[in-house]
Structures are given as structure tokens and as C-alpha cells.
């Protein structure tokens, strides 16, 4: 199939029905990817994904571009919201952190991160995507802190970390389930954000204290 006319990235765009398979290729490998691990078979990504596996291998030519783009799709949106967070916050601070969180836990059947047991990457744009989230959460919380309604030793990496705990699938959980007690510590986190009477937490760490190990095994020999 070949591509039509580009997008205004200059990216070429997909007829429709390669558009639809790439979208039920990603929507399979996702499923697979959380149930069966990063090797699971392609011809099983392929049958899930209603297409032949001459199909997959035109829009994902290996298993790395495959698992890169699942990566890519997650931290594509988890900026998305966190950038929506912030347009919301002039008006309530904690009410948008509350909102990003519990976007992200409605939206984890799309996130295949890192932090949530999803593959490690270093593709060079997911690195990117990731640090600009960092970003546009640290953002958030410091204009929270500015109008005193965040301690002030609230981290963006608390924010990350909170996320993923909360969007990790609970086995055996039905998903109506999962989500009230997700949605139960979402709120929790957010009431202990507040200032008043709160303790003092341990020492934070850093963002690349933590992103440091979310590198492909490689990089740890190197």
C-alpha cells in the first residue's frame, strides 16, 4: 500500500485502510505486549490484529520498530494531557494535577511505558517526549506551589511515579474495579499534596536518578 499525501509534518499519510491496519497492529501489540511480554510472537500480534503478518512487516519492518512506536504512542499522549493540565491550571492547580492523573489511569490501556512494566527504550524521540513531560509536570506543580497549595517538597518525579503505580494493571482486578481503587489513590496522592500539617517526606529523588534505569540493558555494560 502506498502512502497518499503528507501530513503537514511532511510526514506521508496512509490510505485509510493502511491507516487501519497500522491502528489495529498497535492496538494488538499493545494487548500482547502486556500479557505476554515484549517477545511475544508477531504472527500472534498479527492474528489479534485481524491482518496477515506480510502486513505487519510492511507498517513495523522488526519487533524494535514495533515495540518503539507502542512506546512513542505513550509518551506522545502522556504529554498531550500533561499539557492540557497545565492549560487548566490558572483556574485549579490541584484540581488539574487530580484531572492528568486520572486521564492517564483512563487512558493506561494506551500506555506501554517503562514505569508501568512496558519495554525500556533509548530511541532518541522517546527520550525527548519523556524529559518534555518531566518539564510540563514540574511546571505544574511549581505554579501550585507559587499559590501555596502544594508543599513545597512535591517533586515532578512524585507526579510520574504516582501515575505509574496507578495505571499498572491490578491482576484478576474486573476493569470497573481497578479503576474505583485507582481513582481511590489518585486521591489520596492529591489531598497529601496539600500543605497544611504535612510531614516532612524522604529525600526525592532525582528525575535521572530514576530515568537512569529505564535504558535497555546494553547501556548498563557500556
Same mark, same amino acid.
Given at each position: 500500500?502506498t502512502? =497518499? ?5 511532511? $510526514? &506521508?499519510?496512509?490510505?485509510?485502510d493502511?491507516? !487501519? ?9 499493545r ?8 517477545? *511475544?510472537p %508477531?504472527?500472534?500480534?498479527?492474528? /489479534? *490484529? ?6 505487519? #512487516? ?21 504529554r !498531550?494531557?500533561? /499539557?492540557?493540565?497545565?492549560? *487548566?491550571?490558572?483556574?485549579? &492547580?490541584?484540581?488539574?494535577i487530580?484531572?492528568l492523573?486520572? =486521564? ?5 490501556e494506551?500506555l ?16 525527548? %517526549?519523556? /524529559?518534555?513531560? =518531566? ?5 505544574l506543580?511549581a505554579?501550585?506551589?507559587? !499559590?501555596g497549595?502544594?508543599?513545597?517538597? @512535591?517533586?515532578a ?5 504516582t *501515575?505509574a503505580?496507578?495505571?499498572? &494493571?491490578?491482576? #484478576?482486578?474486573?476493569?470497573?474495579? @481497578? ?17 497544611? $500539617?504535612? +510531614?516532612p ?5 532525582? #528525575?535521572?536518578?530514576?530515568? @537512569?534505569?529505564?535504558?535497555? @540493558?546494553?547501556?548498563?555494560? +557500556?
Open positions: 500500500m502512502p =497518499s499525501t503528507s501530513h503537514d509534518d511532511g $510526514k &506521508p499519510r496512509l490510505r485509510a493502511a491507516a !487501519r491496519n497500522r491502528a489495529q497492529i498497535l492496538t494488538a501489540a494487548d500482547a505486549f502486556r500479557e505476554l511480554g515484549t517477545a *511475544a %508477531l504472527d500472534e500480534i498479527a492474528r /489479534r *490484529a485481524g491482518v496477515n503478518i506480510a502486513t505487519l #512487516y510492511r507498517r513495523f519492518p522488526d519487533r524494535d520498530a514495533l515495540v518503539r512506536q507502542v512506546v512513542v504512542d505513550g509518551f506522545v499522549l502522556v !498531550r494531557l500533561a /499539557r492540557e493540565a497545565l492549560e *487548566a491550571a490558572p483556574a485549579d &492547580p490541584l484540581a488539574a487530580e484531572g492523573l486520572l =486521564s492517564m489511569v483512563d487512558e493506561r494506551m506501554v511505558l517503562p514505569l508501568i512494566g512496558g519495554p525500556v527504550t533509548d530511541d532518541p524521540e522517546a527520550l525527548e %517526549l519523556q /524529559r518534555g513531560t =518531566s518539564a510540563a509536570m514540574e511546571e506543580l505554579g501550585a506551589r507559587a !499559590r497549595v502544594v508543599r513545597p517538597d @512535591a517533586t518525579v512524585d507526579l510520574i511515579t *501515575a503505580l496507578a495505571c499498572r &494493571p491490578l491482576p #484478576y482486578l474486573p476493569a470497573e474495579l @481497578a479503576t474505583a481503587v485507582a481513582t481511590r489513590h489518585v486521591r489520596i496522592f492529591v489531598d497529601g499534596l496539600r500543605p497544611a $500539617k504535612a +510531614r517526606l524522604p529525600p526525592a529523588p532525582t #528525575y535521572e536518578e530514576v530515568t @537512569a534505569h529505564l535504558r535497555p @540493558a546494553a547501556d548498563a555494560d +557500556r
